[in-house]
């Protein structure tokens, strides 16, 4: 591990607020690509540090899993915000920010004197970014603003959970916290446009994501089925509603997908498993004649796929077909691809005397790569060197945790 950015945002400040899942991963995004991420937490620290999952082995236990898994590459300052010496600070740090980003409630940075227009009134080229469940009121008032929020709120009313399920009775929760890390994403995507827009004109901006927002455009499959069929969308189990071959598949040990509908793929599929009499029948010509007798086509190629392991099929349709198993976790670490594209990384994790495992970089830029360049951080691991370089003296540094204002 290195503290060294060879990232494409290299030289940007980010000011971290935020907690639990959403903001953290929206920032640790930032950090992966280089930004100086400055997560400030209130002195008891971040609600997640105390959620665990902790390792057998660790001593210390001072964060899990969860904090481990969203908050490396970042620096920790703690901070009370609740008193104006602590606020005053803040200012301080934000006064040399690029981006500030929080997913407090509506109006809980307004309380504290540090809303967007007080912020931006210091510094001109700053982009806030805010993610609230229902968006907040500068950019179009929810009737559900102050409403707090959630993964399952969001997934509930962004429209996944309703055409997610195994029959049209039964929506169900999409197993990761979508209903996070989609808004997490949709900001960091809206907070890297606004730097470059302030980089070109001087000019900061409000970046407000919304939750629900952000699951709605993740299934935008439901909005245009809507406009152009009038129909509305349901749960259709593991295959597509418009689409055959194309789900999942039991196999003897688990079970596979398939995505072979296409007329290029389809007749490749046919012929590996044995059913080449199926490509003269009329019934399956076309991509719609295949999705109008979609009930054939499933139980054929589930009775040969249901005879095979995993690796069996991967054998047999990996390469020549749009084919992949489903994998529990142990597989997707022994599996070579994961493995060759740093997608399982570990590092250091206090209180353990081995490194832990934690998902890698999804975004790989070959000529500014972004690194996983250091654990998450300790609580206020960093708070004397981030102040030191906005200023202060260590006598001053010394007089704020003396009153408890910093840790």
């Known amino acids: 591990m290195t503290t060294t950015s060879t990232g ?19 920032t640790q995004m930032l950090a992966d690509q280089g930004a100086e991420v400055i997560k400030v937490e209130p002195i008891e620290g ?37 008193t ?30 540090l809303s967007y227009e007080t912020l931006r009134a210091r510094n001109p080229k700053l982009v806030y970014a805010a993610i609230r469940g229902f968006g907040d009121p500068r950019t179009g008032r929810s009737p559900y603003v102050a409403w707090p929020a959630f993964d399952v709120v969001a997934q509930a009313m962004g429209g996944v959970m309703g055409i997610t399920g195994p029959d049209k009775d039964t929506p169900m929760k999409v197993g990761p916290g979508i209903g996070d890390l989609m808004p997490a994403v949709m900001s960091a995507f809206g907070i890297v446009s606004a730097i470059l827009h302030a980089s ?16 709605l455009s993740l299934c935008e499959r439901i909005v245009h089925q809507h406009a152009f069929l009038d129909a509305v969308a349901v749960p259709e189990g593991n295959h597509h509603p418009f689409l055959c071959p194309f789900g999942m598949f039991p196999a003897k040990d688990g079970a596979v997908t ?11 599929l ?15 010509a076309s991509v719609q004649d295949r999705r109008a007798h979609q009930a054939i086509i499933l139980e054929v190629v589930s009775a040969f796929t249901r005879r095979h392991t ?25 599996d070579p691809h994961f493995q060759v594209r740093d997608m399982v990384v570990e590092v250091e994790h206090p209180g353990c005397a081995a490194p832990v495992r934690i998902a890698g970089i999804p975004v ?16 206020g691991e960093h708070t004397d060197r981030v102040l030191a370089a906005a200023g202060l003296s260590a006598d001053e540094i010394a007089q704020h945790r003396d009153s408890k204002i910093i840790m």
């Open 310 to 334: 995993k690796q069996e099929l991967l054998g047999v349709l990996g390469g020549k077909v749009p084919f992949g198993p489903v994998y529990h976790v142990g597989e997707i670490i022994a």
């Open 84 to 113: 104006p010496e602590g606020r005053a600070l803040l200012l301080r740090l934000t006064d040399s920010a690029d981006a500030v980003v929080e997913n407090f409630r509506t109006g809980v940075m307004d309380r504290l004197g």
């Open 8 to 26: 494409a945002l290299d030289g940007v400040r980010i000011v971290d607020l935020t907690q639990m899942l959403a903001g953290p991963y929206c």
């Open 270 to 284: 046919c012929r590996l498993i044995g059913l080449e009499h199926m490509l003269d029948d009329a019934r399956f």
């Open 364 to 379: 790989k830029m070959s000529e500014t790569p972004g690194s996983v360049r250091f654990r998450a951080p300790m609580l």
């Open 200 to 215: 070109r004109t001087g000019q900061g901006q409000f970046v407000d994501v919304a939750m629900v927002d952000s699951v």
């Open 258 to 268: 398939i995505a072979a509908h296409s007329d290029v793929h389809w007749p490749i």
């Open 46 to 82: 971040d609600q997640t540090r105390i959620v665990g999952p902790y390792r057998a082995d660790d001593t210390l236990r001072a964060y899990g899993g969860y904090f481990a898994s969203v908050n490396r590459n970042k620096l920790s300052v703690a901070i009370d915000l609740k």
